[in-house]
């Protein structure tokens, strides 16, 4: 009985530390994107608010295919946006000066994050 307590908790355990929500201001520098869940995962979502300036361009791109333009997000304008699984969601900076986003992620947050190009 012991065992399988320890086990349920563990299980337990694992299981959530996957599924957490992640709140985020993340700077994005000009002529740059930020890439979130460039990697093997389960959906997730994120609501992301435009605090910069400037606007920014959402992506989404399947990791064995063609990023598709989600929507070009206004500064002061907030968005949900759903994830399929194995998707990666790309915020796109297009100005010669820096951006800030307010992100809150949740579902899968096992999600890779890194800038690009």
Excluded at 42 to 50: A, W
Excluded at 61 to 74: I, M, N, S
Aim: aromatic share 8%; proline share 3%.
């Amino acid at each position: 009985m012991k065992l399988f307590t320890f086990l349920t908790l563990a299980l337990m355990t694992a299981g959530c530390a996957v599924f957490q929500t992640i709140n985020s201001v993340t700077s994005i520098d000009a002529n740059n994107s930020f890439v979130l869940g460039n990697n093997a995962h389960n959906p997730f979502r994120v609501q992301l608010r435009n605090i910069s300036q400037f606007p920014v361009v959402v992506y989404q791109k399947p990791l064995t295919g063609e990023a598709v333009l989600a929507k070009t997000v206004a500064p002061g304008q907030s968005i949900e946006i759903r994830n399929e699984k194995n998707t990666a969601l790309i915020i796109e900076n297009q100005h010669n000066e820096r951006v800030d986003v307010k992100l809150k992620v949740w579902g899968d947050t096992n999600l890779s994050m890194n800038y690009a190009r």
